[in-house]
């Protein structure tokens, strides 16, 4: 089975920072990634499909790129709802893996 | 507009089961596949599987063989998910969730806690 890998496991920014998550998978998955953010206690929300694609009302200073086997999930400046861990996930075909996920706090 | 409404919270003894369901409204259901992910507390997200809510065929992801069972009564456009011979670590909340081909999980429920202690 294919593996995502996620990094860093957390970060820690100030608002108003640029920042940047990546996630690798083993194998090649074209662009059929999705990012997702989960804050505490909440449910998991689409943010980005197709690697790149932003889901209708997410804010535009969230971005995803990538293809393959390497793709970046960007927050352009970092507020503080954005607190949240960030999950990438792979659905090109069964099984459709997370990644472990990453936290984002504020510094 | 598209809504996924689970059942509330179970508390089971060990070598229980439970039955989790998820009612979908606001689109066709038979249209779009459901999925299943459980989160243990603390944890990340893992994938459970999924169902074919047109044909009824489910596929379980590893991990989740033999005591978990995905079902569905299109008649009341309700998903379930049914756990045998619960354990401790099957502590988690579970999710449903809208599978859209080609856009990932769009729409989820609000989970449900399963909660197993004697």
């Known amino acids: 089975d294919i593996q995502m890998t996620q990094s860093p496991s957390s970060l820690s920014a100030s608002v108003g920072d640029r920042v940047s998550i990546t996630c690798r998978a083993s194998q090649g998955i074209s662009n059929y990634l999705a990012w997702y953010q989960q804050k505490p206690g909440k449910v998991p929300k689409l943010l980005i499909y197709?690697?790149?694609t932003l889901q209708s009302g997410v804010p535009s200073r969230f971005s995803g790129s990538g293809s393959g086997t390497d793709f970046t999930l960007t927050i352009s400046s970092l507020q503080p709802e954005d607190v949240a861990t960030y999950y990438c996930q792979k659905y090109n075909s069964a099984p459709w893996t997370f990644g472990q996920g990453t936290k984002v706090e504020i510094k | 507009q598209v809504q996924l409404v689970q059942s509330g919270s179970e508390l089971k003894k060990p070598g229980a089961s439970v039955k989790v369901s998820c009612k979908a409204s606001?689109?066709?259901?038979?249209?779009?596949?459901m999925t299943w992910v459980r989160q243990a507390p603390g944890q990340g997200l893992e994938w459970m599987g999924w169902?074919?809510?047109?044909?009824?065929?489910?596929t379980n992801a590893q991990g989740f063989t033999g005591r978990f069972v995905f079902s569905l009564d299109t008649s009341v456009n309700t998903a379930y998910l049914q756990i045998s011979s619960l354990k401790a670590e099957d502590t988690a909340v579970y999710f449903c969730?809208?599978?859209?081909?080609?856009?990932?999980?769009?729409?989820w429920g609000q989970g449900t806690l399963v909660t197993v202690s004697s």
């Open positions: 606001g689109y066709t259901f038979t249209t779009y596949a």
């Open positions: 969730a809208r599978y859209v081909n080609g856009h990932g999980f769009d729409h």
């Open positions: 197709a690697a790149s």
């Open positions: 169902i074919n809510t047109n044909t009824g065929n489910p």
